[in-house]
């Protein structure tokens, strides 16, 4: 049997599809390490949440979704209208309605 050859950008979108089903957050710090599509009352933010600082969540490779389009198709597919990459971005979960595992790779473009 021969190896299969991959790029690291194909692994890594594989790997991620592959460990974001079922992982239980009990806490947050369960989510550290973490990709997330966060509804806040105001806005929407997808990044990965690199830590808690209090009630705060710092998230890397973030960008303000502007216009998700049609969500499912968002949070199933990773396909988002319109985005702002903003780099680091702090969230306060105290503000969030409802969030997603991103299982996608993180926008860094402006669409």
Same mark, same amino acid.
């Not at 929407?44 to 998700?68: N, R």
């Given at each position: 049997?021969?190896?299969?050859?991959?790029?690291?950008?194909?692994?890594?979108?594989?790997?991620?599809?592959?460990?974001?089903?079922?992982?239980?957050? @009990?806490?947050?710090?369960?989510?550290?390490?973490?990709?997330?599509?966060?509804?806040?009352?105001?806005?929407?933010?997808?990044?990965?949440? &690199?830590?808690?600082?209090?009630?705060?969540? &710092?998230?890397?490779?973030?960008?303000?979704?502007?216009?998700?389009?049609?969500?499912?198709?968002?949070?199933? @597919?990773?396909?988002?209208?319109?985005? &702002?990459?903003?780099?680091?971005?702090?969230?306060?979960?105290?503000?969030?309605?409802?969030?997603?595992?991103?299982?996608?790779?993180?926008?860094? &473009?402006?669409?």
């Amino acid at each position: 049997m021969k190896p299969l050859e991959i790029s690291n950008e194909t692994y890594e979108r594989i790997k991620d599809q592959l460990t974001a089903e079922d992982q239980a957050i @009990d806490t947050y710090a369960d989510m550290v390490g973490k990709k997330f599509f966060f509804r806040a009352v105001t806005y929407h933010l997808v990044g990965k949440v &690199e830590k808690q600082v209090g009630t705060f969540l &710092e998230l890397s490779t973030a960008s303000w979704v502007v216009d998700s389009g049609r969500f499912m198709n968002a949070i199933k @597919d990773g396909i988002l209208d319109e985005v &702002e990459p903003v780099g680091v971005a702090y969230i306060n979960i105290t503000t969030v309605v409802d969030f997603f595992p991103w299982k996608h790779k993180l926008p860094t &473009e402006q669409t």
